[in-house]
């Protein structure tokens, strides 16, 4: 009985320490993920103070930027006012529309209105080259052909080169289609006019000047050749910085501001290109040096350069798509137009005219089961009045119910001008846009993974809930 | 004979437009140095101005404004207006862009081609 009481009280005490020791593992086990949870929330606190402070950061950046934009425009504004006075009177006086000047004074007049001319190209190169390096000049991309902006650009210098009895000569090397690229058209067309210009103006009389085409599947290049006195190898790069010309007086006597190479190489690079400068070749004796110089704008047709700031050169065929895609613009004729598009190529549509449409149809959408479809993307204009585009998408993305729905920013202005909205949209695409573009950048977006910052932001939704309950 | 207002606050800029006008085509010109002033103008000229040449930036009433007043008296809201802006800047005529102007001519204009500039933009022939 004792030798069982003794079994008893062994089994008994044994019970005891197993539930102390077992307490004491789960008071432990607890107390650590108490503190897990504290140290979580430490995390979320900080992260939501990190994102306060970017927050705000991001509107000090947009208010200096608009603090500039504002400045530059009435700087641009107080310079021409005058030199509208001084270049209407001039013009009048020496055109000699109000009586004639003795020779002398014409001459003098000559000299004033020759200098009020390339004081206005150095204002506006000057402001043209600020506006494009500080990306507030955006490119609009359209599908357009090399040859007609170069034909183009040869009619146009075609009197230029008359007068200095120079031959334009326009060579192409391209099939009819591999002519065709997406680009700026009128930027395109300045570089153009600006390359002739340069070679007529230092190409000897009697001389040609050829601008060349050649296109492939992977690049599309042109060439301006001139057979002028060519320019130093030591200067051949330098060229294409401001103010920088082969020798100090050509400026005065060329009339050319200093800039114009510099804006070019802004523009090409802005379309994700290269230009640069060679001396001639001759090829019946390659290792000699032709005279004349070559400037030579090359475009790669595999430039991905959405991830940066432009969208593709060459846009991929629209392929035929599916899923449920909400389009905003306050617009009605885009979103019509937009919509036609998408329905033709098997996307389901629904619209919205502005942001707070787009939060309510998006969470209206989520909250729905199968087998109404959620929506697989959202293209968002970017000025929008009321809530704007940018306040539309922080909403979206901070929204557990909308934040993995991927969001194509639809604007007017490049990637490159808003580097802060591109961070949170998956896709981009620059007004005006055509067909392609939108179709093959939505088709982009959609076949993408989720990015890392959709993830996160569910992951740390994921924290805060199982820290409320 | 074409009948022009110019509506500039700029003195300078009133009195060349007008000579280069009045020198190169022959046009009959008008002239008003604000947007109110420009108003009363348009509406005491007997014929009424065929065309309005407007300035962008002036003191107390700017173009767009004078142009949108004008807009709602239906004696004005006939004549063609073209905004003459030194403002030239992309963010700049996009503001422009939409609001009914005819056209959009930048400052510093060529004296000796503004005229032809005119006729071209609003179709003129003769």
């Not at chain 1, 010309?245 to 510099?262: C, F, H, I, N, P």
Request: aromatic share 4%.
């Amino acid at each position: 009985m004792s030798q069982q009481a003794s079994i008893l009280l062994s089994i008994f005490l044994a019970c005891i320490v197993l539930l102390v020791v077992v307490g004491l593992w789960l008071d432990r086990k607890v107390r650590r993920q108490e503190h897990d949870l504290a140290s979580l929330g430490e995390a979320l606190k900080r992260s939501r103070a990190h994102a306060e402070e970017q927050r705000n950061r991001l509107a000090e950046r947009s208010d200096m930027d608009h603090a500039k934009d504002e400045f530059i425009s009435t700087v641009s504004h107080e310079l021409r006012t005058p030199l509208t006075s001084i270049r209407g009177a001039l013009g009048l006086l020496s055109s000699g529309l109000l009586g004639n000047v003795d020779g002398r004074a014409q001459n003098l007049l000559r000299i004033a209105s020759t200098n009020t001319e390339r004081l206005i190209r150095l204002i506006n190169d000057i402001l043209d080259l600020e506006r494009m390096e500080s990306g507030r000049a955006p490119v609009n991309l359209r599908r357009c052909s090399i040859y007609d902006l170069s034909r183009e650009a040869v009619d146009t210098m075609t009197a230029l080169a008359d007068a200095s009895s120079i031959r334009l000569e326009l060579n192409s090397y391209a099939a009819h289609d591999a002519n065709y690229f997406d680009a700026d058209p009128d930027r395109i067309l300045q570089v153009l006019t600006n390359l002739l210009s340069n070679a007529i103006k230092f190409s000897p009389a009697n001389s040609t000047v050829t601008l060349q085409i050649d296109a492939n599947i992977e690049a599309l290049s042109v060439k301006v050749i001139d057979r002028g006195r060519g320019i130093p190898a030591d200067k051949l790069e330098s060229i294409f910085d401001r103010f920088q010309q082969v020798e100090s007086s050509d400026s005065s006597k060329k009339g050319g501001t200093g800039l114009g190479l510099a804006i070019c190489r802004s523009i090409i690079q802005q379309h994700g290109g290269m230009i640069w400068a060679q001396p001639n070749r001759d090829w019946a004796k390659p290792d000699q040096i032709a005279p004349g110089t070559t400037f030579c704008v090359q475009f790669s047709r595999s430039v991905r350069a959405g991830d940066t700031a432009m969208p593709m050169m060459m846009s991929p065929m629209a392929e035929h798509g599916e899923g449920l895609i909400l389009v905003c613009d306050d617009d009605p004729g885009i979103r019509t137009v937009i919509c036609e598009q998408l329905r033709r190529h098997g996307y389901d549509v629904i619209e919205a005219g502005s942001g707070e449409e787009v939060i309510a149809l998006a969470h209206e959408q989520a909250m729905r089961n199968a087998p109404v479809p959620a929506i697989a993307g959202i293209l968002l204009d970017h000025y929008l009045p009321g809530l704007s585009g940018w306040e539309t998408l922080r909403q979206l993305k901070s929204s557990p119910a909308t934040a993995a729905i991927p969001v194509i920013v639809l604007s007017v202005s490049s990637p490159s001008e808003r580097p802060l909205l591109v961070g949170e949209a998956q896709g981009w695409v620059q007004k005006p846009f055509n067909e392609n573009l939108l179709l093959g950048e939505l088709a982009r977006v959609l076949k993408s993974k989720p990015k890392a910052g959709a993830v996160a932001i569910k992951q740390h939704d994921a924290i805060a809930s199982r820290l409320t309950v | 004979m074409r009948r022009i207002l110019i509506i500039d606050d700029e003195d300078d800029i009133r009195e060349v437009a007008a000579l280069a006008l009045e020198t190169t085509a022959g046009w009959e010109i008008v002239t008003a140095g604000s947007g109110p002033d420009g108003i009363l103008a348009a509406a005491n000229c007997k014929p009424m101005p065929d065309a309005i040449l407007m300035d962008v930036m002036m003191p107390g009433m700017d173009g767009p404004t004078t142009f949108r007043l004008m807009q709602q008296n239906p004696e004005l809201a006939g004549i063609p207006v073209l905004l003459l802006t030194a403002k030239v800047q992309g963010v700049d005529q996009r503001r422009f862009a939409g609001l009914g102007f005819s056209a959009v001519l930048f400052k510093p204009f060529n004296p000796l081609t503004l005229a032809a500039q005119i006729s071209e933009k609003l179709g003129w022939v003769d």
